[in-house]
């Protein structure tokens, strides 16, 4: 299949193209837009606007910033979705997600936009609509002095020899590659821990007559969402190349999104903004500015606050063990400016007595408060920021509400403000149960401590503290599976 190369409007030689990439949404594409929780990862040099806010970057790579409104996803050059947008479902209902699709396509401020065929579409869809471009060969595209080079899934099974499949999938050089797979060996681990990428991409990308591309965006692996750099090419012809996985979907079978939208910027002088190996993320990332040294005689500590006057407090170890949580009160900011100091200090002091106490544990490491969660903002924040003034070896990490529901709470979950509160408390029964160290929860939660405990058990499973999948143990309806 020889490569169809067209020119697409012209951008008058831009020095710097903007792309807006998603990939994986498998028919859950409002969720990118209906809600704050999904926020963009930025690769970009300046300032990225949308229609109500703008959000200035000092030209290093940012992995949140919040610039939405209900309707629109950050404003670029190009909107590239590199695949897997269909449902699977067959019928009426694959359709109408079809139109839906192309319906929110058309929201979108793109001038233009580029759907790249993924291993769960169908080979033929108009997007009469929204007018975007849907590609099914590979193909080439020129965006003024840029070249993007588009491979869709499937491409590296035409009916070719091997020895030049190679080269009908890429031109001899490009300054992007867009394909739905990742490269082999590159941000393409499975679930099963298998790597899942094509090498056949891969071989055409280091057999490349010309340099290899600065930018190689890609998505098909949910898990591998991420980004990292790498040099391709032969002796003669070498560049360093980022590749970003930029798959929007949960790991595994596709449920829900994770993760908002790639922002890359790509500049003739500069190249690629940002662009340093990146674990996945969609939660603010914590600063490594206070970060404690590594004891290996202490155990690391989390505290998480669900700030408020009624205030949720949770306490967890580096085994991912809940070890207290409790409903606190404040009579008044004045009253919770005095106590808070106090809190911290004990909570620490009193799991140490307690070990101390018992036998069984009097030999284990020291506990050491190394990271305090916090949900919430206003004056009462102050307090706690305060008290950690001369506590230089505790983290303040500050977590939005929609960042850890949007881990463990279902897109039904989070439609109200009740919903969202009655799937916390259950949730928090059932951590309580799976890694509690006080017996299981008798008669309801209280919202507060329900949200801290759910709050804390998705930030120390972000620390690598708690490892399963899913988080969340559901039934095969969805309903959280609460012990009894």
Request: net charge positive.
């Given at each position: 299949a020889e490569s169809l190369a067209r020119e697409l409007p012209d951008f008058h030689a831009k020095d710097t193209l903007r792309l807006v990439v998603i990939s994986d949404t498998h028919g859950y594409e409002r969720a990118l837009t209906d809600t704050d929780c999904l926020e963009p990862w930025l690769f970009i040099n300046d300032t990225l606007k949308s229609a109500e806010e703008e959000t200035n970057t000092d030209g290093i790579q940012t992995d949140l910033c919040v610039v939405k409104n209900s309707y629109l996803l950050p404003e670029g050059d190009i909107l590239l979705h590199l695949g897997d947008f269909a449902v699977d479902r067959g019928g009426t209902a694959r359709q109408n997600a079809l139109d839906r699709f192309d319906r929110w396509l058309s929201l979108q401020p793109h001038p233009v936009k580029i759907v790249v065929r993924g291993n769960h579409d169908p080979a033929q869809v108009k997007f009469s609509l929204s007018q975007a471009t849907y590609v099914t060969r590979p193909e080439t595209m020129t965006f003024g002095n840029k070249t993007i080079a588009i491979v869709p899934y499937g491409s590296s099974g035409f009916s070719?020899?091997?020895?030049?499949?190679?080269?009908?999938?890429?031109?001899?050089?490009?300054?992007?590659?867009?394909?739905?797979?990742?490269?082999?060996?590159?941000?393409?681990?499975?679930?099963?821990?298998?790597?899942?990428?094509?090498?056949?991409?891969?071989?055409?990308?280091?057999?490349?007559?010309?340099?290899?591309?600065?930018?190689?965006?890609c998505g098909h692996i949910h898990e591998g969402r991420g980004s990292m750099r790498h040099t391709f090419g032969t002796?003669?012809?070498?560049?360093?190349?980022?590749?970003?996985?930029?798959?929007?979907?949960?790991?595994?079978?596709?449920?829900?999104?994770?993760?908002?939208?790639?922002?890359v910027d790509v500049s003739e002088k500069n190249g690629i903004c940002g662009g340093k190996e990146q674990k996945p993320s969609l939660q603010k990332t914590i600063s490594t500015e206070r970060k404690r040294e590594k004891n290996d005689n202490e155990e690391e500590l989390l505290l998480a606050i669900d700030l408020g006057l009624r205030c949720g407090a949770s306490l967890y170890d580096s085994s991912g063990k809940l070890l207290r949580y409790e409903q606190l009160h404040f009579t008044d900011s004045e009253e919770l400016n005095e106590?808070?100091?106090?809190?911290?200090?004990?909570?620490?002091?009193?799991?140490?007595?307690?070990?101390?106490?018992?036998?069984?544990?009097?030999?284990?490491?020291?506990?050491?408060?190394?990271?305090?969660?916090?949900?919430?903002?206003?004056?009462?924040?102050?307090?706690?920021?305060?008290?950690?003034?001369?506590?230089?070896?505790?983290?303040?990490?500050?977590?939005?509400?929609?960042?850890?529901?949007?881990?463990?709470?279902?897109?039904?979950?989070?439609?109200?403000?009740?919903?969202?509160?009655?799937?916390?408390?259950?949730?928090?029964?059932?951590?309580?149960?799976?890694?509690?160290?006080m017996g299981d929860h008798k008669g309801k939660f209280k919202t507060d401590a329900a949200e801290s405990v759910a709050m804390g058990f998705y930030m120390a499973s972000h620390l690598g503290w708690i490892v399963r999948t899913p988080l969340v143990k559901r039934y095969s309806n969805g309903n959280i599976i609460v012990p009894k």
């Open positions: 070719v020899s091997k020895a030049t499949r190679s080269s009908c999938l890429i031109p001899s050089t490009c300054d992007i590659l867009a394909t739905h797979e990742p490269p082999h060996s590159i941000l393409d681990s499975c679930l099963s821990g298998d790597r899942a990428g094509s090498r056949v991409i891969r071989s055409a990308v280091e057999n490349m007559k010309g340099l290899p591309p600065k930018l190689w965006v002796k003669h012809t070498t560049r360093e190349t980022v590749v970003i996985n930029a798959a929007n979907a949960n790991h595994g079978r596709a449920n829900h999104l994770m993760h908002g939208p790639v922002v106590r808070v100091p106090l809190l911290i200090d004990s909570w620490e002091s009193d799991i140490n007595s307690k070990m101390e106490s018992d036998p069984s544990t009097a030999n284990e490491k020291r506990r050491v408060l190394s990271y305090l969660a916090i949900e919430g903002g206003g004056d009462l924040l102050n307090a706690w920021e305060s008290s950690l003034a001369d506590k230089k070896d505790i983290q303040l990490v500050y977590v939005r509400p929609e960042e850890w529901r949007a881990n463990l709470l279902t897109q039904k979950e989070r439609k109200s403000g009740r919903l969202s509160k009655e799937a916390a408390r259950l949730i928090a029964r059932q951590v309580v149960s799976d890694f509690g160290s």
